[in-house]
């Protein structure tokens, strides 16, 4: 079964600083990567997904991930984070399963943005 | 594009009370989707799957007779809390994708609070 690691719950960060969050998978074959963001009691949004090619993506608000298969890792990153940054990421990663492709996510990393 | 829409976004209800979602998709077809569980500062669990026309797919643990899964159309799925006990206090989220390889995309979430 497929499962995902965040190993930082908490990060705060300073406004225009850059922001690196981790992000860890275990997955049998070739996965399916995603990077959502939760803003305090709404849904979810996609910022990017990784199904095949290019290794570094690029998402919305400025956002990139890098897929790496050798440290099993799809890491986002943002060059100068804005206070409208300060949410909840969520690390999921796709698989096939009985046709449909299920999501299993990450814990969640809480973004804190200091002025 | 790809907007999921979900009703209501908030109940407060007293115990044994039946509660509706809804979960619409207003500019896509959903072949699939997803209806998930949120606790405070948890990660989203996978409820159940539920594909159109056919019988929703229940994660293990999850019962279906408790939570009703009906996806009458490509646009509409709808989950029902049946006989609602505090213990089923929760933030549900739903999300929909229109076909294989294509990211889920997310309501923006039921508040479900139960007396």
């Known amino acids: 079964a497929q499962s995902v690691t965040q190993p930082d719950i908490h990060i705060t960060v300073s406004e225009g600083a850059s922001l690196e969050l981790r992000c860890n998978y275990s997955y049998g074959a070739t996965p399916y990567l995603f990077w959502y963001v939760q803003s305090p009691g709404q849904g979810l949004q996609l910022l990017l997904k990784y199904f095949s090619g290019d290794t570094l993506v690029q998402g919305i608000k400025g956002f990139e991930a890098e897929f790496k298969r050798s440290q099993s890792s799809f890491n986002l990153r943002k060059p100068s984070v804005h206070w409208s940054d300060a949410a909840e990421y969520f690390c999921?990663?796709?698989?096939?399963?009985?046709?449909?492709?299920?999501?299993?996510f990450g814990t969640g990393t809480r973004l804190t943005i200091i002025p | 594009g790809a907007v999921v829409s979900q009703h209501p976004s908030r109940v407060i209800c007293k115990s044994g009370t039946s509660v509706k979602i809804e979960c619409r998709s207003l500019d896509f077809q959903a072949t699939t989707m997803f209806w998930y569980r949120q606790f405070p500062k948890q990660s989203l669990m996978l409820m159940a799957t539920?594909?159109?026309?056919?019988?929703?797919?229940?994660e293990q643990g999850v019962e279906k007779d408790k939570f009703l899964i009906n996806h009458a159309s490509l646009t509409l799925s709808t989950l029902t809390v049946t006989s609602a006990h505090p213990e089923d206090s929760s933030f549900y989220i739903c999300?929909?994708?229109?076909?294989?390889?294509?990211?889920?995309?997310f309501g923006d979430g039921t508040r479900l609070s139960i007396l």
């Open positions: 999921a990663v796709g698989a096939l399963s009985f046709g449909n492709e299920k999501l299993t």
């Open positions: 999300s929909a994708a229109w076909g294989h390889n294509q990211p889920q995309h």
């Open positions: 539920s594909n159109e026309g056919s019988k929703a797919t229940y």
